[in-house]
Each structure stands twice: as structure tokens, then as C-alpha cells.
């Protein structure tokens, strides 16, 4: 298990990348949350296996078609175990 926080900036509020986070995570099957940030970018925390966390990185690299992402950071951390699904907070 990995953990990984992403910090996703470029035309990412507002354009629904937060609900595309959700649902590509739940589709990997990865745990964690997504949120606005108040500097305009996205952080998006996720823990998985490497693969399950590779996957995850790549599609919020592309998001969704109405987003612009410009720069995506990667932070690993070990994960905590904590998160029992994947959520949208604010």
C-alpha cells in the first residue's frame, strides 16, 4: 500500500473535476477524498496499491473533458488505512 496526495492546478473548479476524481477512483478502487483548494487548485488524497495509485495519477493527469490541468504534484506518504471509501469533501 501507498499513499498519495495530488495537487492538480490549472482550470480545475468549477468544470466538475472533483466528481470525476470520485467516480475514477471508485472505479480503481482506490480510498481517500477529493477537495477545492482555496488557491484554485484541486487535492485530491488517495491510498492503494502501487498499481491501483499509477492508474489514479494518470487519469486525473487527463480529468475530465472540461478541465484545463497544467500541473500535477505528487506527494508519497505512508498511508494511514483511515479512508473507507472515496469522497468528495469541501
Given at each position: 500500500m501507498i499513499g498519495?496526495?495530488?495537487y492538480v492546478s490549472g482550470v480545475v473548479q468549477g468544470?466538475?473535476?472533483r466528481y470525476f476524481t470520485r467516480k475514477l477512483a471508485k472505479e480503481i478502487g482506490v480510498k481517500g477524498y477529493v477537495k477545492n483548494l482555496s488557491d484554485g487548485r484541486v487535492l485530491a488524497v488517495a491510498e492503494g496499491?502501487?498499481?491501483q495509485i499509477d492508474k489514479f495519477i494518470s487519469g486525473v493527469r487527463r480529468?475530465?473533458?472540461s478541465a484545463v490541468v497544467r500541473?500535477?504534484?505528487v506527494e508519497e506518504y505512508e498511508?494511514?488505512?483511515e479512508?473507507?471509501?472515496f469522497e468528495i469533501t469541501f
Open positions: 498519495v496526495r495530488v468544470v466538475g473535476f496499491e502501487k498499481e480529468g475530465p473533458r500541473s500535477v504534484e498511508p494511514t488505512g479512508y473507507k471509501d
